[in-house]
Nanobody, 123 residues
């Protein structure tokens, strides 16, 4: 069974940067569709970014140009580089594995969730 463990969250001032990491263990696949979701206070979980096995990436419009998703398959690790952070980026961030039945995108169904890592941006 696939397990996902995030790290790298914390507190940062607006305009700053953080890099989240997600280590996958258990059943891992090089053909996986992976991504990051987030949930702000009182909000629903929403997709932030996805990366397909061929390296194709997709981003929510709110983070495009500021966040970069990447993966290191040799290390079974997914990353999210977050730059120019704003208070609106404050949220719990979740590493996810997604179903590839309908392709790999922010609309794909999440099949595995990590436990989450908190990111707090202050002004």
């Amino acid at each position: 069974q696939l397990q996902l463990a995030e790290s790298g969250g914390g507190s940062v001032q607006a305009g700053g940067s953080l890099r989240l990491s997600c280590r996958a263990s258990g059943y891992t696949s090089s053909s996986a569709c992976m991504g990051w979701f987030r949930r702000g206070l009182g909000a629903e979980r929403v997709g932030v970014a996805t990366i397909d096995s061929d390296g194709t990436t997709r981003y929510a419009s709110s983070v495009k140009g500021r966040f970069t998703i990447s993966s290191d398959n040799a290390k079974n690790t997914l990353y999210l580089q977050m730059n120019s952070l704003t208070r609106e980026d404050t949220a719990m961030y979740y590493c996810v594995a997604l179903s590839r039945i309908s392709g790999c995108s922010l609309r794909s169904r999440v099949v595995t969730w990590g436990q989450g890592t908190q990111v707090t941006v202050s002004s």
